[in-house]
C-alpha cells in the first residue's frame, strides 16, 4: 500500500485540530477578555525510500493573540477594562492562581469579589470580601471600594486592591477552563502598579468574527484536499492490483 495515505491522515487530522481551534474562537467572539487560540503547524520531511518530496504534518504547542480587544462601554460600575498590558489574577477552581482579562466583576452571596463563572478574585492581602448589600466600584488603580447602600453621608471603604500582574506573554499558556496560568518553571509575577484600569468599560473579544469565517473555509477546502490525497491512493492501490492480477 502507497505510503502516501499516511502522509494524507496527518494533513486531513491537523486541517481538524485547526478547524475546531478556529469554531472555538468564533464560538467565542462575544465572551469578554476572550484571547484568540493560534494553532501552529510545520512540515516534517519523511526520512526513508520514499520520495524526497514527501512530508508528514505535525502541529506545535498551540499559542494565543495577546492583542487587546475592543473597548465597549457599558457605564456599570463593576465593568474594568484593562487599559495596555496586564491580567486579573483569579483563584483557579484547583487551586493557585490563574489570569483573566475579563473585567466583568460581581459580589458573590458571600460577599466575595467574583468572575462570572464564580472565580474569587484576588487581592494583595488574598480574597476581596464586602459587606453585604453594599454599593460596590472599582477605581482606575485597582481599589475595591465599598460603600453603604442608602447612606450616602457614610464615608466610602476600600476593601482591597485587585491584584493585577503583567507576566510575559511567553510564561503563560491557556488552559482547557479558558483561563491562563504559568508554565512549568516560570517565576510568579509581582503585583504591577503600572497596570491601570478604566471603570463603565468592558474589554471585549479580539476575535475578528470575519478572519474567523474565512479560516473556517480554508479549513474545510483543506481537509478535502487531503482526502483527496487519500482517494488517489486508494485508486493507484487498486490500478496497481489490475496490473499484477493481469501479468
Known sequence: MDRMIYIGMTGAKQALEQQASVANNMANVSTPG???QINSFRAIPVVGDELPTRSFVTATTPGA???????????RPLDVAIQGEGWFAVMAPGGGEAYTRAGNLQVGADGQVQTMAGLPFMGDGGALVVPPGSLVSVTDSGQVIAQAAGDLATGATEVGLLRLVKPPAADLERSEDGLFR????????QSDPGVSLRSGVLEGSNVNPVEAM???????????????TLQTAETND???NKLLSSS
Open 214 to 228: 474565512v479560516a473556517m473555509i480554508s479549513n474545510a477546502r483543506r481537509f478535502e484536499m487531503q482526502m483527496k
Open 238 to 240: 487498486q490500478q496497481a
Open 65 to 75: 493573540d495577546f492583542s487587546p480587544g475592543p473597548s465597549m462601554p457599558t457605564g
Open 182 to 189: 504559568l508554565r512549568a518553571g516560570a517565576a510568579a509575577p
Open 34 to 36: 476572550f484571547r484568540a
